[in-house]
Nanobody, 123 residues
């Protein structure tokens, strides 16, 4: 059974940092693109960042570029999201996604999802 489990969410003040981690089990994702999405209340799930499996090419949403960094460890089957300079508008449930089969920026193109971890940024 494939599982993606996120951890590292929590409450942080504006300007602070958090590091999210996603651990995959049940299969290896070392050959797949992995990504992070987020969903705020009343809003659609939106792309945050993604990383390719071979050359570790990274993609970011404009809203997080320069503040967030995605990384992966294929040996450990994990993908992390370092989030710096957090702002209240970053408040959302963050989801790990794996095995992209199309548009990197679209959630419908990912086959596997974690349960999400809440990130709350206070002003």
């Amino acid at each position: 059974q494939v599982q993606l489990v996120e951890s590292g969410g929590g409450l942080v003040q504006s300007g602070g940092s958090l590091r999210l981690s996603c651990a995959a089990s049940g299969r290896t994702f070392s050959n797949d693109i992995m990504g992070w999405f987020r969903q705020a209340p009343g809003k659609e799930r939106e792309f945050v960042a993604a990383i390719t499996w071979r050359r570790y090419i990274t993609y970011y949403a404009d809203s997080v570029k320069g503040r967030f960094t995605i990384s992966r460890d294929n040996g450990k089957n994990t993908v992390d999201l370092q989030m710096n300079s957090l702002a209240p508008e970053d408040t959302a449930v963050y989801y790990c996604a794996a095995r992209n089969t199309g548009n990197i920026y679209s959630p419908v193109s990912y086959d596997f999802w974690g349960q999400g971890t809440q990130v709350t940024v206070s002003s």
